[in-house]
């Protein structure tokens, strides 16, 4: 009987050490679980619904939670998928994977970028595992702004246990093109004027150096312009169609937000173009809140109304590509 006795208590005395360890066990994983994580941060933010919906289809939050990091992830505002197309997470989910995974990327920085500690520059180069990008850290007024892509960035340094969460007022599109000249070519919106490029020799000569920036007017601006058809360009003499285009060109990198945040009280500039003439810019007040500007306007020596923005910020490799809806003129 003692025998039996001293049995079941060795028994009893294993079975309550195995249940202390899996007691312990489960309570080391439940207080080691990290769900200050970038992506459960970004999937606390109601104002980041979209972004999250990026995250989980393109399988980047499994990634923003099982590495440790440090990541910096640039996350647009629902607003800001709205504006680009998306209007909402069951937009996102049902987008192509391809499409998805590339915006993810685009957004995703390896490091802790406190982009309010930049120096005080304009277009400074950062890499993100989709692309290159370009931050400015400027002061404007009493007001220090931050931009990537000339897409203003919202909140700053959001904090997470591996990275910072930066907010955007736009989503950034990531460039597909190496050269500026490839991207006017592939617009269909600008075919005359990329006609008038490639007779004038300027569309090759774009392929090189950089970084340019092209204000391109529309098929409809062109033929207001009396370049009517593709034809007619390849007939008119390379140097005056040169002479039209370089009054479009700006060698320089210039974001629509440059403009804005480098002119003074005025809200008027000048901006040198290639062919050494200039074209005023006017900012363009934001009815929404006072004090704030939405755009620019343009205005060449020889034209007699304003000249506004049909696309804009579309970066290429060596450039930025911006659609207008009028030609600059040098004169009437």
């Known amino acids: ?22 007691s312990c066990k489960k309570d080391e994983t439940t207080t080691t679980f990290d769900n200050n994580k970038i992506n459960l941060v970004i999937a606390d933010n109601f104002n980041l619904s979209s972004f999250n919906a990026v995250l989980r289809k393109s399988g980047l939050d ?6 440790k990091g440090p990541f910096t992830m640039l996350a647009p505002s629902d607003a800001a998928f709205a504006n680009a197309g998306y209007s909402g997470p069951a937009v996102v989910l049902g987008a192509g994977n391809a499409i998805i995974s ?11 970028y406190e982009l309010n500690k930049l120096p005080y520059l304009f277009n400074q180069e950062l890499n993100s595992r989709g692309g290159k990008m ?8 009493v007001d220090t702004v931050l931009t990537l892509n000339g897409a203003r960035v919202l909140s700053v340094n959001l904090p997470a246990s591996n990275g910072l969460v930066q907010v955007l007022d736009r989503m950034l599109i990531p460039y597909v093109h190496d050269v500026i000249s490839e991207a006017i070519s592939a617009d269909s919106d600008i075919t005359l004027f990329a006609q008038a490029l490639k007779v004038s020799g300027l569309l090759e000569t774009m392929r090189k150096g950089g970084p340019y920036t092209v204000f391109a007017p529309t098929n409809a601006a ?36 440059d403009y ?20 005023t810019i006017k900012l363009l007040p934001n009815s929404s809140s006072p004090g704030s500007f939405s755009g620019i306007a343009l205005r060449g020596t020889g034209n007699t109304s304003d000249v506004t923005l049909v696309k804009q910020d579309m970066l290429t490799g060596n450039g930025i590509l911006h659609v207008i809806n009028g030609g600059l003129r040098i004169t009437q």
């Open 134 to 141: 370009y931050a400015t850290h400027w002061i404007k007024g």
């Open 62 to 67: 499994r990634v923003l939670q099982d590495e």
């Open 222 to 257: 062109m033929t207001a312009l009396g370049y009517t058809s593709v034809q007619q360009i390849q007939k008119t003499d390379p140097m005056v169609l040169k002479a039209m285009l370089t009054y479009h060109i700006v060698e320089d990198r210039r974001f629509i937000y």
């Open 260 to 279: 804005i945040l480098s002119t003074g009280t005025s809200n008027i500039a000048q901006q040198g173009m290639m062919d050494g003439n200039s074209v």
């Open 102 to 112: 590339s915006i993810a990327n685009y957004h995703t920085l390896d490091g802790k």
């Open 1 to 22: 009987m003692k025998r039996l006795t001293k049995y079941y208590l060795q028994v009893g005395s294993l079975l309550l050490m195995a249940f202390v360890m899996v």
